[in-house]
């Protein structure tokens, strides 16, 4: 380590705090978890061969390739770089350099050719990986090493910076969702990490906090806190804004959480986690609902834990500390036909930005939640884990209750998700009632949910068509009633259950506009059940025996 490194995520100070404070109990089941993953990160065979752009690329085989391969690479060094810092353990330090170096050589002919929107969201997270993992390791390195880690980084940087980022168009206003944070912050992150060896670093800096000001932080979620392009897209948003002004504020004093606060919303991630994470393979709508499979608890947990230490929000440390998997790599079960598998990185992130100091406990916040931007709403019995909730997103409902879901809508053909009428909710504390119209496009006319807390959500729905969903686990069937173990059940009331096929709905991962099929180290098959209304409506009870 030296005076000037590590500087992004802590200084030398921070981290000897860091490394001492490893038997306070949250921070030591982050670093069990995290080094655990760190000894699977040490036997990662490293990368021999670039993956080069290809065009035509009719089905996005390429794309994906190239960036899961990209986020693999980079997700492995950056855990194994925060792991030697928080230990010193030498066997972690070698192999994070050993893949840093490795990653410049494969990778560093990204600095070659146009860059464009194409190839822009993979290459600007490895280049923030890179930098990231310069920082880190920068004490280590031998002076070639350091040198060679440099020489990527301003490369790669200078040859978007020029060439992508000065375009009008990705300057300019209309670029402010995800693709546009992940990109810009990951330049602002490399430039922090080079500055002031490489002088040009500064105009990259310069030009990053000012698109934050102006376009990512105001314009980058809706007015209702919501992430226009779904959920998922909400956390990897505040991840790199948070891996950003994190770095920014420690590197140049320059503060743009407290200006920006109102637009670091969590009520999202509020009204949709459901239950905790324990080990195991990720599922869709296990513990956050209306999420794929990548999407869980362990995807928003260091999220929850920044915006708990950065502005004090104990319900965020509440519900992080449900992640039973903090601090550990996310193996998610996104894989190619090539083998390239998408990894996250963000326990090293969670480790730092964990401070035990906030209290996890239930704010007077609320329990029911409309999105109007994107015509979603959620309700919830409590904060009490595995608790009822509810959620709808275009029609589609879906419902959690005694730690995991028993009713997801399965929508396809003509009745797949489209956007219903104005979402109306009422929420007296005791009782939420949400009702919304429907039409043909989405099966049903008109659509209510009642919750009658502690534990009862009634479903209605003006229908004259049969319905399908599908749930996790595998309840008794009882005439019109499924039973799971705990005690929940889900009782048709009016209308039947017409069918069950215990493995009736497939688990099947698709990407790039449903073209690309990709493989699943853990393929999963649900019970589907079909039921029929009765005189053109259909009634649902599903009780819970947790608050």
């Known amino acids: 380590m030296t005076a000037d490194h590590p500087r992004l995520y802590f200084t030398p100070a921070e981290l000897e ?4 404070g490893r038997q306070e109990p949250g921070r030591a089941r982050l670093w069990a978890n995290l ?16 993956i080069a752009p290809v065009t035509p690329d009719p089905v996005y085989a390429n794309l994906y390739d190239r960036f899961y391969a990209m986020m693999h690479d980079m997700a492995v060094t950056e855990h194994l770089a925060f792991a030697y810092c928080y230990c010193g353990d030498e066997r972690y330090g070698q192999a994070a350099t050993e893949w840093a170096v490795t990653c410049c050589r494969v990778w560093g002919r990204e600095a070659e050719g146009q860059p464009d929107g194409a190839k822009a969201y993979a290459v600007m997270r490895l280049l923030k990986g890179l930098a990231v993992c310069y920082d880190l390791l920068y004490g280590r390195l031998r002076a070639d090493e350091r040198a060679e880690l440099r020489t990527a980084i301003a490369r790669i940087g200078q040859a978007y910076h020029d060439g992508y980022f000065t375009a009008p168009a990705i300057a300019g206003p209309g670029f402010h969702t995800h693709h546009a944070t992940v990109e810009w912050a990951s330049l602002g992150v490399a430039a922090l990490a080079l500055r002031p060896e490489y002088e040009p670093a500064r105009e990259w800096l310069a030009a990053t906090v000012a698109k934050f000001r102006t376009h990512l932080l105001p314009m980058g979620l809706a007015a209702d806190g919501a992430q226009v392009e779904g959920a998922t897209f909400w956390a990897s948003t505040m991840q790199y804004r948070l891996a950003f002004m994190d ?9 743009l959480f407290a200006p920006y606060a109102h637009q670091m919303d969590a009520r999202l991630a509020w009204a ?3 239950a905790p994470k324990d080990f195991g393979h990720d599922e869709d709508h296990q513990t956050v609902i209306l999420e794929p499979s990548y999407g869980q608890l362990n995807y928003y947990s260091p999220v929850l834990f920044a915006l708990a230490r ?16 903090a601090g550990s790599l996310q193996q998610t079960r996104y894989v190619t036909a090539a083998g390239e598998w998408l990894l996250f990185a963000w326990g090293g992130y969670a480790y730092a930005w964990y401070d035990p100091t906030v209290p996890a406990a239930v704010d007077p916040v609320p329990r029911s939640f409309v999105f109007p ?5 959620y309700m919830r019995s409590s904060y009490a884990p595995g608790g009822m909730v509810a959620g709808l997103r275009r029609g589609a409902v879906v419902v959690h209750a005694g730690g995991r879901a028993v009713f997801v809508d399965h929508c396809e053909g003509p009745d797949a998700p489209a956007m219903v009428g104005e979402l109306q909710l009422q929420d007296d504390g005791r009782v939420a009632v949400l009702r919304c119209a429907g039409g043909p496009d989405v099966g049903f006319a008109h659509q209510m949910l009642r919750l009658q807390r502690p534990g009862e959500l009634t479903l209605v729905r003006t229908t004259d068509r049969d319905q399908l969903f599908w749930c996790h686990g595998r309840p008794a069937l009882d005439s019109n009633r499924l039973h799971w173990d705990d005690g929940t059940e889900l009782a048709v009331t009016q209308g039947a259950v017409a069918a069950v096929d215990p493995e009736g709905f497939r688990d099947e991962k698709v990407v790039g506009l449903g073209l690309l099929r990709l493989q699943d180290p853990m393929p999963m098959v649900y019970p589907l059940v079909r039921v029929r ?10 009780r819970c025996p947790r608050p």
């Open 533 to 542: 209304p009765a005189d053109g409506r259909l009634a649902l009870c599903v």
């Open 272 to 274: 949709s986690i459901a």
């Open 373 to 377: 931007s994107v015509n979603e709403a």
């Open 17 to 20: 705090t860091l490394r001492a």
């Open 310 to 325: 950065f502005y004090r929000r104990s319900l965020c440390q509440y519900l992080a500390a449900w992640d039973r998997t």
């Open 35 to 50: 080094r655990q993953s760190a000894d699977w990160c040490a036997n990662r065979p490293r990368r021999r061969q670039w």
């Open 247 to 255: 770095a920014l504020r420690r590197g140049t004093g320059e503060d």
